[in-house]
């Protein structure tokens, strides 16, 4: 017989008869009469017990039942006779009577006699009936309801209940019952529903095993069986009733082997075969799967590969559902799915690329928990978010910033550099949303790693270079961009609630750390704070006046240009407006504002000031006010949150200690020198921005300090912080003055050139008795000047050229011998050394002669003489122009005796070319500029050495945007058209981009800019650029379709920018204007037949270009344009010239752009045949786009690679100024600005006629910039058939002296060098004196007469 282990915690029961007696208990006393039953078996009751009928009350039937109760109770399996002896009764408690009892209390105690019956009779029990044995488990199970209340009396008993059904498994006798399924749902459901949070652990554990001993013994589980424990993984029950839901969580991991194939039977019916009835469950399915997951993920064995075939399924809904539901399963921290499931996890990744957007996005988010959760998937998904980086969705771009930076700023290393990677691209996004994300998620990880080194050093390495990408936003147009880089840079870089002392500590290390760009942009950034700061000095300053309506008008534009500073300028100005009214009416308002921008006002007293004027304009009844926001923005951007007088002492006292060698340099990543010389540099930033902050004894001696240093940088910067801050030294700190006098003098003599610069105008600045300190400096070394020793000679050329021009009416008159004497006679017009013959178009500074470098510093000498006197009475200027353009004609080389080398002449063409244009920024000095010159300054722009095309560029950009040089020299940008260099190509274009918009914001904001629109007017650029085209030496056969494609190209690279919008229907008045040019002449050349047939040429290709690109052309001018008489004749009254100079077929040939053979320019060093530019001869395909000079033997199929590919090769390296004709030296040529166009020109180079140094370079490479032929190479084709001579490009033909022909013939060579020498000889260099150098027969047209007008000039 079964024997079963014995009962835990037995009730104590009262037994009626006054005695208390326990499951240990005998009873001895005999029992009871019997009495027949119904089907006339006699009915043993225990002893004391009397019959149990419906004839006594419910309170007696209960006390008899307890009395049964304790028998069975105290019943085992070993007690046959009893066993026997109670049959009947056993029987007749399962009787109707029992079982359906209305009273509570009876149908307990029966279900406690049954369970024990059930222990008793195992295994074998006393019912036979399955309809009786059914009634009795449903009976049962009602019963275990009573669980639910364990506060209940009787809750021991309903314990005794479960614990007694649990241990004996009385449950697995329903197996033989065909419906025995309805008996398990029902207790199952029973258990479930009763379970709660007051059931100790021994009520839990026995449910489970009476429902596990139900699971693991059975044939299999029915889905309805399954239903009633998965229901309680749903998230609704689940949150109803958390126990249930651990009831069945530990039930599934206990039966996980026998439950798995039933698990799988239902997911596979519900996901494969679709029957979405076989269970009320199946809309809970990816809940199911995501808890059964996390249950036990041996519970999903078979389940997973049906979710790969979800994940491929057409409905994109039902993807999204499946990716949710995998992101979980993937990210869940302790899951191991990815690993042990790699084809379902790479499937899973593809969804990253799925079709439909909400699948994407779904899957970038579930990145970010995987990252955190699982390292080592990094890099898995590194390359899909690398992909979803550049969603076209703006939501999923955003989405892979959150993921990354939530993910980095739980901890760094969880993403790589290459995330990071994409978080910095996205700065650039092109949407302003991703942009901020991106910067704002990236500031946050500085400031964690860097600023507060919350993961020590190698993090802080990783994420350093943040601070550099942050601030280099500030390069970007969007106004937006900007003020969140403030934002970013007052709260993450340097925040602003540090202590003074911390946070110029942290400013200090910032800067000394940042890269050059960076640094240049926070220059910007606080040069734009200040000057926003003096926009709103200057509206409270037009309030004081009385009102009038040159006041108002003043009033409005203000207001327009601080609106320009603000977000969304369109809605800022109405902000403005209404904030300017509000200052008008409020003095108190005034007043906290005028403190604000006060030079003095301290970082606290900003903060208070702040605060005051928002809670005064607050609005409590409106949470979110516009108008607040938009004037905070302007607050923000005024307020002195980081410097006053406190913070730079605290700035000098750190660089003291970095100077004494007591700082934290070397902890900070930075070494002592670096840190004193970016100190220096950043106090000399401030100085311009915080003058007022720099005055005390204290820091002025720190920085005489660093004036003893031997650091000539430090120095430098030190002289101008004085130079910027010291305008009370002499009143209010004698001591010093005394002190700095000694030291400025000896830095203007014999200082660096910089340092000489500032010293002089340090002195000019802040001294009143300067033209004695002048005089003092100025006489010592006018005298002193010898040019035989050039490197001692540099510093004073400095210093006498700024002394000149800061004081005109003392030195100008003695500074007119020095050059007369000295500069043009003795420096400029004498070769002392011989440059090496390397052959190099350009050398570093270190690396240049002091010869060339004392003529350099010459030149621009002169250059300030004559900005000093503005004035051209003694005809000074003429002279030096006429010097200027002689050096340009000579290609650098003035005296033409071949003594220097090419990289010198290089310096020096570059220096005359750019005093012509610092000279044309003074008007009176513009109005005597001729032509010609003009045309010789335009030509530098295409010089054969990159580097001087380089700067130049840079040099006319600088100027023609701050509107100093007049508007004729933004048609040289034209020319860059030619350069075979895609950036500077590119470059060109963004400058004029730049000049063209400021020009025309110049005009909207300025309405006295009206009278001046001859000079200011973008449009008004075309006539300059057809008069410099048609004087471009390349341009010699107005016929010549390559020479008039290459025209068309330099005409379309200015029109195609000017022609971007039709702003008052400009594309008319452009047309216009080449119209009425074909009906003057040629003002330089007005009697010339082919000069003026070039010039109708090039007006006929600039309106064949206009009217192809653009349709709205054809409308009526709104005014007619007016052209400049310095280049253009009057028209006379009876011309007409309706001529077409190129004819219909050319005319398409130029529009259709037939493929040519070569680039615009054929080499990227194209030889010049004036200063600039050389002639250039016709490559073929395959020696445009090699990149080795003819020496080298290549096949045929290497050379023809196309011209990108050879252009590309040029701006990657290959652009040094070598002379080497066997290999390339890739060295990395000057740097040049970045640029964002960077699309291919597929322009090819166009054919020009071979001159001899032309002939010397037959095969010069695309891609070998600045590299020549070594010189023994030249005989080679010296000594071959000679080429006819064309004239210099720029340059006027000149008579050849007598016997040079003879001398040709007989050396068969070109005459070009023999003609140069002899036409220079023909005035000796010894006549040109104050720099009356000539360049013969260039006077012709100089002399004559003037235009009757000049172009009105801006700066007038």
Same mark, same amino acid.
């Given at each position: 017989?079964?024997?079963?282990?014995?009962?835990?915690?037995?009730?104590?029961?009262?037994?009626?008869?006054?005695?208390?007696?326990?499951?240990?208990?005998?009873?001895?006393?005999?029992?009871?009469?019997?009495?027949?039953?119904?089907?006339?078996?006699?009915?043993?009751?225990?002893?004391?017990?009397?019959?149990?009928?419906?004839?006594?009350?419910?309170?007696?039937?209960?006390?008899?039942?307890?009395?049964?109760?304790?028998?069975?109770?105290?019943?085992?399996?070993?007690?046959?006779?009893?066993?026997?002896?109670?049959?009947?009764?056993?029987?007749?408690?399962?009787?109707?009577?029992?079982?359906?009892?209305?009273?509570?209390?009876?149908?307990?105690?029966?279900?406690?006699?049954?369970?024990?019956?059930?222990?008793?009779?195992?295994?074998?029990?006393?019912?036979?009936?399955?309809?009786?044995?059914?009634?009795?488990?449903l009976?049962?199970? @009602?019963?275990?309801?009573?669980?639910?209340?364990?506060?209940?009396?009787?809750?021991?008993?309903?314990?005794?209940?479960?614990?007694?059904?649990?241990?004996?498994?009385?449950?697995?006798?329903?197996?033989?019952?065909?419906?025995?399924?309805?008996?398990?749902?029902?207790?199952?459901?029973?258990?479930?529903?009763?379970?709660?949070?007051?059931?100790?652990?021994?009520?839990?554990?026995?449910?489970?095993?009476?429902?596990?001993?139900?699971?693991?013994?059975?044939?299999?589980?029915?889905?309805?069986?399954?239903?009633?424990?998965?229901?309680?993984?749903?998230?609704?029950?689940?949150?109803?009733?958390?126990?249930a839901?651990?009831?069945?969580?530990?039930?599934?991991?206990?039966?996980?082997?026998?439950?798995?194939?039933?698990?799988?039977?239902?997911?596979?019916?519900?996901?494969?075969?679709?029957?979405?009835?076989?269970?009320?469950?199946?809309?809970?399915?990816?809940?199911?799967?995501?808890?059964?997951?996390?249950?036990?993920?041996?519970?999903?064995?078979?389940?997973?590969?049906?979710?790969?075939?979800?994940?491929?399924?057409?409905d994109?809904?039902?993807?999204?559902?499946?990716?949710?539901?995998?992101?979980?399963?993937?990210?869940?921290?302790?899951?191991?799915?990815?690993?042990?499931?790699?084809?379902?996890?790479?499937?899973?990744?593809?969804?990253?690329?799925?079709?439909?957007?909400?699948?994407?996005?779904?899957?970038?988010?579930?990145?970010s928990?995987c990252?955190?959760?699982?390292p080592?998937?990094?890099?898995?998904?590194?390359?899909?978010?690398?992909? @979803?980086?550049?969603?076209?969705?703006?939501?999923?771009?955003?989405?892979?910033?959150?993921?990354?930076?939530?993910?980095?700023?739980?901890?760094?290393?969880?993403?790589?550099?290459?995330?990071?990677?994409?978080?910095?691209?996205?700065?650039?996004?092109?949407?302003?949303?991703?942009?901020?994300?991106?910067?704002?998620?990236?500031?946050?990880?500085?400031?964690?790693y860097?600023?507060?080194?919350?993961?020590?050093?190698?993090?802080?390495?990783?994420?350093?270079?943040?601070?550099?990408?942050?601030?280099?936003?500030?390069?970007?147009?969007?106004?937006?961009?900007?003020?969140?880089?403030?934002?970013?840079?007052?709260?993450?870089?340097?925040?602003?609630?540090?202590?003074?002392?911390?946070?110029?500590?942290?400013?200090?290390?910032?800067?000394?750390?940042?890269?050059?760009?960076?640094?240049?942009?926070?220059?910007?950034?606080?040069?734009?704070?200040?000057?926003?700061?003096?926009?709103?000095?200057?509206?409270?300053?037009?309030?004081?006046?009385?009102?009038?309506?040159?006041n108002?008008?003043?009033?409005?534009?203000?207001?327009?240009?601080?609106?320009?500073?603000?977000?969304?300028?369109?809605?800022?100005?109405?902000?403005?407006?209404?904030?300017?009214?509000?200052?008008?009416?409020?003095?108190?308002?005034?007043?906290?504002?005028?403190?604000?921008?006060?030079?003095?006002?301290?970082c606290?007293?900003?903060?208070?000031?702040?605060?005051?004027?928002?809670?005064?304009?607050?609005?409590?009844?409106?949470?979110?006010?516009?108008?607040?926001?938009?004037?905070?923005?302007?607050?923000?951007?005024?307020?002195?949150?980081?410097?006053?007088?406190?913070?730079?002492?605290?700035?000098?006292?750190?660089?003291?200690?970095?100077?004494?060698?007591?700082?934290?340099?070397?902890?900070?990543?930075?070494?002592?020198?670096?840190?004193?010389?970016?100190?220096?540099?950043?106090?000399?930033?401030?100085?311009?921005?915080?003058?007022?902050?720099?005055?005390?004894?204290?820091?002025?001696?720190?920085?005489?300090?660093?004036?003893?240093?031997?650091?000539?940088?430090?120095?430098?910067?030190?002289?101008q912080?004085f130079?910027?801050?010291?305008h009370?030294?002499?009143?209010?700190?004698p001591?010093?003055?005394?002190?700095?006098?000694?030291i400025?003098?000896?830095?203007?003599?014999?200082?660096?050139?910089?340092?000489?610069?500032?010293?002089?105008?340090?002195?000019?600045?802040?001294?009143?008795?300067?033209?004695v300190?002048?005089?003092?400096?100025?006489?010592?070394?006018?005298?002193?000047?010898?040019?035989?020793?050039?490197?001692?000679?540099?510093?004073?050329?400095?210093?006498?050229?700024?002394?000149?021009?800061?004081?005109?009416?003392?030195f100008?008159?003695?500074?007119?011998?020095?050059?007369?004497?000295?500069?043009?006679?003795?420096?400029?017009?004498?070769?002392?050394?011989?440059?090496?013959?390397?052959?190099?178009?350009?050398?570093?500074?270190?690396?240049?002669?002091?010869?060339?470098?004392?003529?350099?510093?010459?030149?621009?000498?002169?250059?300030?003489?004559?900005?000093?006197?503005?004035?051209?009475?003694?005809?000074?200027?003429?002279?030096t122009?006429?010097?200027?353009s002689?050096?340009?004609?000579?290609?650098?080389?003035?005296?033409?005796?071949?003594?220097?080398?090419?990289?010198?002449?290089?310096?020096?063409?570059?220096?005359?070319?750019?005093?012509?244009?610092?000279?044309?920024?003074?008007?009176?000095?513009h109005?005597?500029?001729?032509?010609?010159?003009?045309?010789?300054?335009?030509?530098?722009?295409?010089?054969?050495?990159?580097?001087?095309?380089?700067?130049?560029?840079?040099?006319?950009?600088?100027?023609?945007?701050?509107?100093?040089?007049?508007?004729?020299?933004?048609?040289?940008?034209?020319?860059?058209?030619?350069?075979?260099?895609?950036?500077? @190509?590119?470059?060109?274009?963004?400058?004029?981009?730049?000049?063209?918009?400021?020009?025309?914001?110049?005009?909207?904001?300025?309405?006295?800019?009206?009278?001046?629109?001859?000079?200011?007017?973008?449009?008004?650029?075309?006539?300059?650029?057809?008069?410099?085209?048609?004087?471009?030496?390349?341009?010699?056969?107005?016929?010549?379709?390559?020479?008039?494609?290459?025209?068309?190209?330099?005409?379309?690279?200015?029109?195609?920018?000017?022609?971007?919008?039709?702003?008052?229907?400009?594309?008319?008045?452009?047309?216009?204007?080449?119209?009425?040019?074909?009906?003057?002449?040629?003002?330089?050349?007005?009697?010339?037949?082919?000069?003026?047939?070039?010039?109708?040429?090039?007006?006929?290709?600039?309106?064949?270009?206009?009217n192809?690109?653009?349709?709205?052309?054809?409308?009526?001018?709104?005014?007619?344009?007016?052209?400049?008489?310095?280049?253009?004749t009057?028209?006379?009254?009876?011309?007409?010239?309706?001529?077409?100079y190129?004819?219909?077929?050319?005319?398409?040939?130029?529009l259709?752009?037939?493929?040519?053979?070569?680039?615009?320019?054929?080499?990227?060093?194209?030889?010049?045949?004036?200063?600039?530019?050389?002639?250039?001869?016709?490559?073929?395909?395959?020696?445009?786009?090699?990149?080795?000079?003819?020496?080298?033997?290549?096949?045929?199929?290497?050379?023809?690679?196309?011209?990108e590919q050879?252009?590309?090769?040029?701006?990657?390296?290959?652009?040094?100024?070598?002379?080497?004709?066997?290999?390339?030296?890739?060295?990395?040529?000057?740097?040049?600005?970045?640029?964002?166009?960077?699309?291919?020109?597929?322009?090819?180079?166009?054919?020009?006629?071979?001159?001899?140094?032309?002939?010397?370079?037959?095969?010069?490479?695309?891609?070998?910039?600045?590299?020549?032929?070594?010189?023994?190479?030249?005989?080679?084709?010296?000594?071959?058939?000679?080429?006819?001579?064309?004239?210099? @490009?720029?340059?006027?033909?000149?008579?050849?002296?007598?016997?040079?022909?003879?001398?040709?013939?007989?050396?068969?060579?070109?005459?070009?060098?023999?003609?140069?020498?002899?036409a220079?000889?023909?005035?000796?260099?010894?006549?040109?004196?104050?720099?009356?150098?000539?360049?013969?027969?260039?006077?012709?047209?100089?002399?004559?007469?003037?235009?009757?007008?000049?172009?009105?000039?801006l700066?007038?």
């Amino acid at each position: 017989m079964l024997h079963l282990p014995e009962l835990h915690e037995r009730p104590v029961e009262d037994c009626g008869e006054g005695k208390f007696i326990t499951s240990s208990t005998r009873m001895d006393f005999p029992a009871t009469q019997p009495k027949p039953a119904a089907d006339g078996k006699i009915i043993y009751y225990p002893p004391g017990v009397k019959e149990i009928t419906d004839k006594i009350t419910n309170d007696e039937v209960v006390k008899r039942l307890k009395m049964v109760v304790k028998t069975f109770m105290d019943m085992d399996q070993d007690s046959e006779d009893e066993k026997q002896q109670y049959l009947p009764l056993a029987l007749h408690l399962a009787s109707e009577f029992f079982l359906r009892n209305p009273n509570k209390d009876v149908r307990l105690l029966v279900a406690c006699c049954l369970a024990d019956i059930f222990r008793i009779y195992a295994p074998e029990a006393p019912y036979t009936s399955h309809d009786k044995l059914k009634d009795i488990f449903l009976f049962i199970t @009602r019963q275990l309801k009573g669980l639910e209340d364990t506060k209940s009396p009787q809750f021991n008993r309903y314990f005794y209940l479960l614990e007694n059904l649990a241990w004996v498994k009385s449950y697995n006798i329903c197996f033989e019952l065909e419906d025995c399924n309805e008996i398990f749902i029902q207790l199952f459901r029973t258990l479930f529903s009763v379970i709660n949070n007051s059931h100790n652990q021994k009520v839990q554990m026995h449910m489970l095993d009476l429902m596990s001993s139900i699971i693991m013994e059975g044939d299999g589980v029915t889905q309805e069986l399954l239903d009633s424990i998965l229901i309680n993984l749903i998230p609704a029950h689940k949150n109803l009733n958390k126990q249930a839901f651990d009831l069945a969580k530990v039930l599934l991991k206990r039966t996980v082997q026998t439950i798995e194939p039933c698990i799988a039977n239902f997911f596979n019916q519900v996901l494969v075969l679709g029957k979405s009835s076989v269970s009320d469950l199946s809309e809970h399915v990816f809940d199911l799967i995501q808890e059964l997951f996390a249950i036990d993920p041996h519970l999903l064995l078979s389940v997973m590969p049906q979710l790969e075939f979800k994940l491929k399924s057409n409905d994109g809904e039902e993807r999204l559902a499946v990716v949710r539901l995998l992101a979980k399963l993937f990210g869940s921290k302790d899951s191991d799915l990815a690993t042990q499931n790699r084809p379902l996890w790479q499937c899973f990744l593809g969804r990253f690329n799925d079709i439909h957007v909400p699948v994407r996005l779904e899957s970038v988010k579930f990145a970010s928990h995987c990252l955190m959760n699982h390292p080592d998937l990094a890099k898995d998904l590194t390359e899909y978010l690398k992909v @979803r980086s550049h969603d076209p969705e703006e939501a999923i771009r955003h989405d892979v910033i959150v993921t990354i930076i939530t993910a980095g700023k739980r901890d760094l290393s969880l993403v790589n550099d290459q995330l990071l990677g994409f978080v910095r691209e996205r700065t650039l996004d092109k949407r302003w949303r991703v942009r901020k994300e991106a910067m704002m998620g990236l500031a946050q990880l500085y400031k964690k790693y860097c600023l507060h080194a919350e993961a020590g050093k190698d993090a802080a390495e990783k994420v350093s270079w943040i601070k550099d990408k942050l601030l280099h936003i500030y390069y970007q147009n969007s106004i937006d961009d900007k003020l969140l880089v403030e934002k970013i840079f007052a709260q993450y870089l340097v925040p602003h609630n540090l202590e003074t002392e911390e946070r110029m500590k942290c400013l200090y290390y910032l800067y000394a750390s940042l890269d050059p760009n960076a640094v240049k942009a926070l220059n910007e950034m606080w040069k734009c704070q200040n000057m926003l700061r003096s926009h709103v000095r200057e509206l409270l300053d037009l309030h004081k006046q009385p009102t009038s309506e040159a006041n108002s008008a003043a009033m409005f534009g203000k207001l327009m240009t601080i609106a320009k500073n603000l977000p969304d300028p369109g809605k800022a100005q109405d902000f403005v407006k209404k904030f300017n009214q509000v200052l008008g009416d409020d003095e108190k308002l005034r007043s906290q504002l005028e403190l604000l921008i006060s030079p003095t006002c301290s970082c606290k007293q900003a903060d208070v000031c702040v605060r005051e004027i928002a809670r005064k304009l607050a609005n409590p009844k409106q949470p979110t006010n516009p108008f607040l926001e938009m004037v905070k923005f302007l607050l923000e951007r005024i307020a002195p949150v980081h410097i006053d007088s406190e913070a730079i002492s605290a700035l000098v006292k750190l660089m003291n200690k970095s100077i004494e060698g007591t700082a934290d340099d070397e902890e900070e990543g930075v070494s002592p020198d670096t840190a004193i010389r970016a100190g220096l540099e950043l106090l000399k930033v401030l100085s311009f921005t915080h003058p007022t902050s720099f005055h005390s004894a204290e820091t002025y001696e720190s920085l005489l300090q660093c004036l003893r240093m031997e650091d000539d940088k430090v120095a430098e910067a030190a002289i101008q912080i004085f130079r910027n801050t010291g305008h009370k030294i002499e009143t209010d700190l004698p001591q010093i003055r005394s002190t700095l006098i000694p030291i400025l003098h000896q830095k203007a003599k014999r200082g660096t050139p910089h340092q000489a610069k500032q010293a002089v105008h340090c002195i000019h600045a802040i001294f009143s008795n300067k033209e004695v300190q002048l005089a003092q400096i100025f006489e010592p070394l006018s005298r002193s000047l010898n040019a035989d020793v050039p490197e001692q000679l540099i510093t004073p050329l400095v210093s006498l050229g700024h002394i000149s021009m800061l004081a005109p009416d003392q030195f100008a008159s003695p500074m007119k011998s020095v050059v007369a004497n000295f500069i043009v006679k003795d420096l400029l017009m004498n070769d002392r050394s011989t440059g090496e013959k390397n052959g190099k178009l350009w050398s570093p500074d270190e690396e240049v002669s002091p010869e060339v470098l004392a003529k350099v510093q010459a030149i621009k000498l002169l250059v300030r003489w004559l900005l000093g006197m503005k004035n051209n009475q003694s005809k000074s200027a003429n002279s030096t122009l006429r010097l200027l353009s002689a050096m340009l004609v000579s290609e650098g080389d003035l005296t033409e005796q071949k003594r220097i080398s090419k990289s010198d002449m290089s310096r020096l063409r570059l220096a005359a070319g750019s005093a012509i244009m610092k000279l044309a920024q003074e008007p009176c000095y513009h109005e005597i500029i001729t032509p010609e010159q003009f045309q010789l300054c335009a030509l530098v722009i295409n010089d054969e050495c990159y580097q001087v095309r380089q700067i130049f560029a840079q040099k006319l950009h600088k100027a023609l945007v701050k509107l100093l040089l007049p508007l004729e020299y933004m048609a040289i940008f034209a020319l860059c058209a030619k350069d075979p260099v895609k950036e500077r @190509r590119a470059h060109a274009r963004q400058c004029l981009l730049k000049n063209i918009s400021i020009r025309r914001e110049y005009i909207k904001q300025n309405p006295m800019a009206n009278e001046k629109l001859l000079s200011l007017l973008p449009e008004y650029v075309v006539p300059y650029m057809i008069h410099l085209l048609a004087h471009d030496p390349d341009f010699t056969k107005p016929q010549d379709v390559d020479q008039l494609r290459d025209v068309k190209e330099c005409l379309w690279f200015m029109l195609e920018v000017l022609m971007t919008k039709n702003e008052n229907n400009s594309h008319a008045f452009m047309k216009k204007m080449a119209e009425n040019i074909k009906l003057t002449r040629d003002a330089q050349s007005p009697d010339e037949p082919k000069a003026n047939e070039k010039l109708y040429t090039v007006c006929d290709v600039a309106l064949c270009v206009i009217n192809s690109k653009s349709a709205l052309c054809n409308a009526d001018s709104p005014k007619d344009p007016v052209l400049p008489t310095k280049f253009f004749t009057q028209p006379e009254k009876d011309f007409c010239n309706d001529r077409n100079y190129i004819s219909e077929e050319t005319r398409v040939l130029l529009l259709t752009g037939k493929p040519k053979p070569t680039g615009v320019l054929g080499t990227v060093n194209k030889p010049l045949s004036a200063t600039g530019r050389r002639p250039y001869i016709r490559t073929t395909g395959s020696e445009t786009g090699s990149n080795i000079s003819v020496n080298s033997e290549l096949s045929s199929s290497a050379g023809n690679r196309s011209r990108e590919q050879s252009s590309d090769i040029s701006e990657t390296g290959v652009s040094e100024n070598d002379e080497n004709p066997v290999r390339i030296i890739s060295v990395t040529p000057a740097k040049t600005e970045p640029v964002k166009n960077k699309e291919i020109n597929s322009d090819q180079a166009t054919q020009g006629n071979s001159t001899e140094r032309g002939k010397k370079r037959t095969a010069t490479a695309s891609g070998t910039e600045n590299i020549h032929q070594k010189p023994e190479e030249k005989n080679v084709d010296e000594t071959g058939p000679s080429l006819a001579a064309k004239t210099r @490009r720029g340059r006027p033909p000149k008579p050849e002296p007598q016997g040079t022909t003879a001398k040709n013939e007989e050396t068969n060579k070109p005459p070009v060098r023999g003609r140069k020498r002899a036409a220079v000889s023909q005035e000796s260099p010894g006549s040109l004196e104050a720099g009356n150098a000539k360049a013969p027969k260039q006077q012709d047209t100089a002399k004559k007469p003037a235009a009757a007008q000049r172009q009105i000039d801006l700066q007038r």
